[in-house]
């Protein structure tokens, strides 16, 4: 079985697929396809566990993050996607999402 | 925000600027067919946008000689190329073989120790000089006479500007107090940047405009709008208004009890604040300024949303627009591309809510049933693009006349 993200993460896993995307627009338009409900459950999951993730993720050089840790890097840049919505939006979330549609990231994220 | 300038740090019992200060200005209505006119546009298209200094770029994307970055102006239905040269000096040119016209460069950006173009092989270098062209004797023309076509350019605070107009003013000597305060901001030792752009169905006017007042904020933006209005200042109003010819500012008004709102934000505003302050960006002095460059350029001072907001007109009811936060150094670490990117979707989901109502306000006006608008005091700047724009309308008809 291959592991997907690093020793300690593993409460994660179920959203490796999900939201471990690469590239700025990739994420943005997984964080508005989503539910409601799966938003939440994602922020609730990798939020608790957002220091010890970037404390990890620290200690490893920033330009050259593989496999397990580039996993965990995506899903930390797309809970930086999420928390607006949860912490901020709230049931503003779907207007806003129908309005920024309509700003397209020029892609240039390193992960 | 940690920006101490005891001028300009927020004081309990806000007071809005006066009316009179703002009276040469003039408090007329506004006629309503200068935001959807077609007529209209063609002559703003002429007297402004083929004259004005046009933010296209940053430095940080040309770094060595030979990077060239490629624009489209659909204003000037022009395709330009900016060079960095041998020299170090970057030039911009139509992107247009001076043979039959045939564009150079197809790509948005890149690297070239010349450029060949591909219909008869003529070739230019990175100054614009056209450098060989097969059986060229067969033509009853110089080389000289036919380097790149160039067009103006000035980089003020990494910022590369470009006019259509040989002719025009330089323009870091237009900008008054603005010039050197840009200097000081992120946006003038940036290396990357982050992008976002977009296509309203809106004059290039009223998407400006609602960028430069704080009259809408506490209605369109009650949630995400974070720290722009407080019970001393319930609209947000700025604590100043700045003029230099053309160009206006304002200085924002920040409410010093602001709470962010969960613990992702909290982190990523700290780590944000932290890596700012690992590189001495954090207390820079103009943090609370809004940088307004005529006609189309603005950008924030402060280090954490240090945004540029370019619009470009496609017609009289379509504009173009360029978002980018701009960023010095790669990020060092994990935490500050958390933080990056945490700052980046607020800024997005904030620019996001101004969607509908810039373009519903160009419904409504298209439509013709308003002869005139209104601006109030704390639309100043509103009404200084307009006179602006007026006056440089007159100033070209009195040319042709
Ligand atoms: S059009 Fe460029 S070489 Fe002929
Ligand atoms: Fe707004």
Redesign the pocket.
């Known amino acids: 079985m291959t592991v997907l993200l690093p020793h300690g993460f593993e409460a994660l896993e179920g959203f490796v697929d999900q939201w471990a995307l690469t590239g700025e627009a990739a994420r943005a338009a997984a964080r508005s396809a989503a539910t409601d409900e799966a938003r939440a459950r994602f922020y609730e999951a990798a939020q608790p566990l957002m220091e010890p993730a970037l404390a990890h993720l620290d200690a490893k050089p920033i330009g050259s993050l593989e496999g397990a840790d580039a996993k965990l890097m995506r899903l930390m840049l797309s809970l930086a996607n999420v928390y607006h919505s949860v912490e901020v939006l709230g049931d503003q979330e779907a207007e806003n999402a129908r309005m920024r549609s309509r700003l397209k990231f020029t892609d240039h994220a390193p992960y | 925000m940690a920006d101490a300038d005891p001028q300009t740090a927020p004081q309990p019992g806000f007071t809005p600027v006066s009316q009179e200060e703002l009276d040469f200005l003039g408090t007329d209505p506004i006629p309503a067919s200068a935001y959807y006119d077609p007529d209209w546009y063609e002559l703003e298209r002429k007297a402004v946008f083929l004259r004005s200094w046009i933010n296209i770029g940053h430095v940080c994307e040309v770094p060595t000689p030979g990077n060239f970055i490629h624009r489209q102006l659909e204003f000037a239905s022009a395709s330009l190329l900016i060079v960095k040269g041998k020299d170090g000096e970057l030039r911009a040119f139509h992107n247009a073989?001076t043979?039959?016209?045939?564009r150079l460069v197809r790509e948005a950006a890149g690297h070239r120790a010349n450029f060949r173009?591909p219909?008869?092989?003529?070739t230019f270098g990175q100054d614009g000089a056209l450098l060989s062209a097969p059986d060229f004797e067969g033509f009853n023309t110089t080389k000289e006479q036919c380097a790149l076509k160039q067009v103006r350019c000035e980089v003020v605070a990494g910022l590369i500007f470009v006019n259509f107009d040989p002719d025009a003013d330089a323009l870091r000597p237009q900008l008054g107090d603005f010039a050197d305060e840009m200097d000081t901001v992120p946006v003038a030792r940036a290396t990357e940047f982050s992008e976002y752009t977009y296509e309203l169905n809106a004059n290039w006017k009223i998407v400006y405009d609602n960028f430069q007042e704080n009259y809408h904020l506490r209605f369109i933006h009650p949630r995400s709008g974070l720290g722009g209005t407080g019970p001393d200042n319930p609209f947000g109003y700025p604590t100043r208004y700045r003029f230099f010819g053309d160009h206006r500012g304002q200085t924002i008004w920040y409410n010093p009890e602001t709470q962010p709102r969960g613990p992702v934000q909290i982190g990523g505003f700290m780590a944000a604040a932290t890596a700012l302050a690992g590189k001495g960006l954090m207390d820079t002095p103009h943090g609370r300024e809004y940088f307004g460059l005529f006609p189309t350029f603005f950008m924030l001072g402060n280090p954490l949303q240090n945004f540029s907001h370019v619009v470009y007109p496609l017609d009289a009811g379509r504009t173009r627009g360029v978002i980018r936060m701009y960023w010095v150094g790669e990020a060092e670490n994990a935490t500050e591309l958390f933080a990056r990117q945490a700052g980046l979707t607020m800024m997005r989901d904030l620019h996001a809510e101004d969607i509908d109502v810039i373009e519903d306000g160009q419904t409504g006006l298209s439509s013709g049933a308003l002869e005139h608008i209104h601006f109030q005091t704390q639309e100043a700047l509103c009404r200084h693009l307009y006179n602006t724009v007026i006056d440089k309308v007159r100033a070209l008809q009195a040319e042709a006349q």
């Open positions: 073989c043979h039959r016209g045939t173009c219909y008869h092989s003529w």
